[in-house]
């Protein structure tokens, strides 16, 4: 079909074709439905297009503007009224008002869609308003719907002009380069936001025209894309090599960075995993090289737009942080909370642009995505639609199938390692002596005693014996004590709160083990008998009757708190290989510890009685009842189990970058997550509560895993993904841990620039960065009874922060 321009030019207009991608096996998937495509006079590979879900506008003729309705591309409303080229166009609703804002070097014109069309319609030619004059050479165009006003950059200056009438607001100059893009803040209509090729971005007062924040020189390539994520209050940029940063947006106006991204890493890595999961007989003809090769290009990101709120799969929209990354090959799906890279949609195959300029992406009418597309190499312009069927096909490999949970929804099987049971050696059950026991009860009174206390029946209601945890507090962020726990310097290597959150145990690098108070006051008990090396794990009992030390002797010792040596020594002789993590399991039933690629589970039975001539004798016992093996045969490096209730689910990570879940009711391995992190998990941290607050079930599910120069992630284990990622802290080279807090709303974490961390769990931005230490914050720990937050370092120093209303709930 042709149709004709406004001097007789032909507009070349190709049936609609799919894109197909090829897959390892062969057969084809379709992606794209090209709508149509436009061939131009002139090129118009770095001119801002225009799309919308109704409407797209292209150049046409040079001066000319064709807009195209999405849904019948016949009959295109042709704008003439430019005098030169037009180089900037945006679509955006003003006052319920469709409008396009277009820009040449003469005019800055705001056309009415509606009144186009009408005027057209009664043979009248189709007239703009003039906003804006000799300008110079616009690049961006935005648009302020709600105060009707229209940014326009130009050189490295920035125009605000009035959408009304031809009035200009603000000239906003402070860039040393000329600036690419500016945007509107959506939720504060007098921010306006710039980035520009002296690669920083600026944060503007429109009104006074002043800046309230300007960022550091982020990338050696320009700045080209700008982006707001509004449920967050964060903004993205993307720049010419493909980075992308996230930074908060709070009301003070310090923008803080969240998050740095790298399109070609995240997509090599995409590749890498794509390769690992294809059968043996798919991989045959892939080399390194292959793989190498589609990456080495840089991906500049030309344009970023929000996932649809009713588009696609529903755990995408549970997510709300999936974005469209727009580059110069394809479009790229990316969740900005866990840092993956969901799908690539490749410019290639029938597509007729294989390479992009410049391009406008936005949702259509019935929730699709249609993307403008305008070539690096030729004169033409594409509208490409994706195909929502094959989408969703890809979007339901991220849904959440309940398979695994850590409270367990069935009971033992009979053959389950959890059902084993320690026999008590030198305990014989008594032979009954003599006729019934009954005889020998002559008209014994039923109490001995002068007293009987009273049943209480008439007395006030008992008061409840765990007060519950303020879950609404605030997070902990003011220091209120702080002391050192040794007069050498040595490292706090753990701590652990005991479960009713009164006492605090504490490893210390110099073999030593202490036991102090919740309050921090008064002398430590100290433990020195057990351990000749660095103690890396303290764990209570869930009766809090015990607690357990280990340490890279490796020796495993149980201690009673009221005794200083412990009543059972695990040694060498047992483990080949240093502790990795030890804790009581399944509510003190069975010792859990890591030694190698070993996952030991041990039976026990513990005396305190002792006899004076038999010192030497241990009277207390235990048995290996269990041993399995990391499913990749590599070292475990750290372990976690919940032990508050009865839980099958005990995950270990190992030193080839695992995360592997053990389902002990079956003693296997369930399920794995390769390439958990670009380095080796050093901890695990599991959201356990506390006896002192209940959560949902499945809030049980998520847990944290930490790795140097790799940051923290939290993950769900129902879907073994990655559901957060949290960056803002430092961990370069030391261990640093990380826990929740007992309600679930809060994450800590060390960090290695002398502070700790608390973020939101709902956020992947920093709420407290608690500076008052001395050294690297390797250990945090919540109090699981009060709002309160424990920090050990590297030099030896407790800090005991409260949070600023505890004092109002006391």
């Known amino acids: 079909m042709i149709y004709r321009g406004h001097q007789g030019n032909p507009i070349r207009t190709i049936t609609p074709c799919i894109k197909r991608d090829s897959m390892a096996d062969g057969s084809s998937v379709q992606y794209f439905i090209e709508r149509f495509s436009v061939t131009c006079n002139w090129p118009v590979s770095h001119v801002q297009l225009a ?107 920035v125009f605000v002009l009035n959408a009304e009438r031809e009035e200009v ?65 964060q903004l993205i940029t993307g720049s010419g090599d493909g980075q992308l940063w996230c930074h908060t947006l709070p009301a003070d106006h310090k923008c803080r960075l969240v998050t740095k991204l790298d399109l070609s890493k995240l997509e ?32 500049p990101v030309l344009r970023i737009w929000a996932q649809g709120p009713k588009y696609g799969h529903a755990s995408m929209h549970q997510r709300g942080s999936c974005v469209w990354i727009g580059s110069s090959d394809g479009l790229y799906l990316l969740d900005l909370d866990t840092s993956e890279l969901l799908i690539t949609l490749p410019f290639k195959g029938d597509l007729s642009i294989s390479m992009a300029g410049s391009l406008a992406i936005s949702h259509g009418c019935a929730e699709n995505i249609l993307c ?9 312009v594409v509208l490409t639609e994706v195909n929502n069927a094959q989408l969703d096909d890809l979007l339901k490999g991220f849904s959440l199938e309940e398979q695994l949970s850590v409270v367990p929804s069935s009971p033992l099987v009979p053959e389950s390692p959890l059902n084993a049971e320690l026999t008590k050696l030198g305990l014989k059950p008594k032979k009954k002596k003599g006729g019934s026991c009954q005889k020998s009860v002559k008209n014994q009174p039923l109490v001995f005693h002068t007293q009987v206390k009273s049943s209480g029946y008439n007395a006030a209601p008992w008061k409840s014996l765990l007060a519950e945890y303020p879950s609404q507090c605030e997070a902990p962020s003011m ?8 007069t050498t310097q040595t490292t706090v290597s753990s701590l652990q709160y005991s479960g009713d959150g009164k006492h605090i145990l504490c490893g210390l690098g110099d073999s030593s083990v202490l036991l102090y108070n919740s309050s921090l006051t008064g002398d430590p008990a100290v433990y020195t008998a057990g351990h000749g090396k660095t103690v890396n794990c303290v764990f209570w009992s869930h009766s809090k009757q015990w607690f357990l030390s280990s340490s890279e002797d490796p020796t495993l010792c149980i201690w009673t708190p009221s005794v200083a040596e412990p009543v059972l020594t695990m040694g060498c002789d047992q483990f080949a290989k240093p502790i990795r993590g030890a804790q009581f399991y399944y509510l003190d039933k069975f010792l859990l510890l890591a030694s190698g690629s070993d996952l030991l589970l041990y039976l026990y039975h513990l005396d305190t009685t002792r006899d004076d001539i038999k010192r030497y004798k241990d009277r207390s016992k235990s048995k290996l009842t269990g041993k399995f093996y990391m499913k990749t045969g590599t070292d475990i490096t750290s372990i976690s189990a919940i032990n508050d209730f009865y839980s099958y689910i005990v995950l270990a990570a190992g030193a080839d970058r695992t995360i592997q879940v053990f389902d002990m009711n079956h003693g296997c391995v369930a399920t794995q ?48 993904r990655c559901v957060r990622r ?59 009874a009060n709002p309160e937050l424990l920090t050990g370092t590297l030099n030896g120093m407790l800090a005991l922060f409260h949070s600023v209303d505890s004092s109002l709930l006391s």
């Not at 005019?107 to 319609?121: A, E, G, L, M």
């Not at 503007?204 to 967050?232: I, R």
């Not at 690992?276 to 589609?294: A, C, K, M, W």
Request: net charge neutral; charged share 20%.
């Open 673 to 720: 997550i390769p390439d958990a992190h670009s380095r080796a998990v050093h901890h695990l941290a599991q959201n356990k509560g506390s006896l002192f607050c209940s959560q949902t079930p499945e809030s049980y599910n998520l847990f944290l895993s930490s790795a140097v120069t790799d940051g923290l992630k939290m993950w769900d284990l129902r879907s073994a």
């Open 268 to 299: 090599q890595k995409l590749e890498n995993l794509r390769i690992i999961n294809l059968p043996p007989n798919g991989r045959d003809g892939i080399t390194h090289n292959d793989v190498r090769g589609t990456v080495e290009t840089a991906k």
């Open 726 to 784: 949290y960056e803002s802290h430092v961990n370069r080279c030391h261990q640093c841990t990380a826990t929740f807090s007992p309600c679930g709303r809060f994450i800590a974490t060390g960090s290695e620039d002398h502070s700790a961390y608390i973020y939101d769990t709902r956020n992947s931005g920093f709420l407290h960065k608690l500076q008052r230490h001395s050294d690297t914050v390797l250990n945090v720990l919540f109090n699981p």
């Open 51 to 157: 799309c919308c879900s109704s409407h797209c506008a292209v150049p046409w003729q040079d001066k000319n503007i064709r807009v195209y309705t999405t849904n019948n591309l016949e009959h295109p409303l042709e704008l003439t009224g430019h005098h030169g080229n037009v180089s900037a166009m945006v679509l955006g609703t003003v006052k319920d008002r469709l409008i396009l804002c277009s820009a040449s070097e003469e005019y800055v014109i705001v056309w009415d869609i509606n009144r186009c069309y009408r005027q057209v319609k009664e043979g009248v030619i189709a007239s703009g308003r003039v906003v804006g004059t000799l300008l110079g050479r616009v690049v961006h165009l935005s648009l302020c719907p709600q105060t009707s006003k229209v940014a326009a950059c130009s050189g490295s200056r």
């Open 372 to 380: 403008l597309l305008s070539s690096l190499f030729e004169s033409s």
């Open 479 to 486: 220091c209120s004590i702080q002391l050192s726990v040794s």
């Open 169 to 233: 607001l603000a000239v906003l100059k402070a860039h040393l380069g000329p600036v690419t893009t500016s945007e509107f803040c959506p939720w504060d209509f007098n921010l306006l936001i710039s980035i520009s090729e002296d690669r920083t971005f600026k944060v503007w007062d429109v009104k006074k025209g002043d800046v309230l924040f300007q960022s550091a020189v982020l990338s050696a390539s320009p700045l080209l894309s700008l982006f707001f994520m509004e449920q967050n209050r």
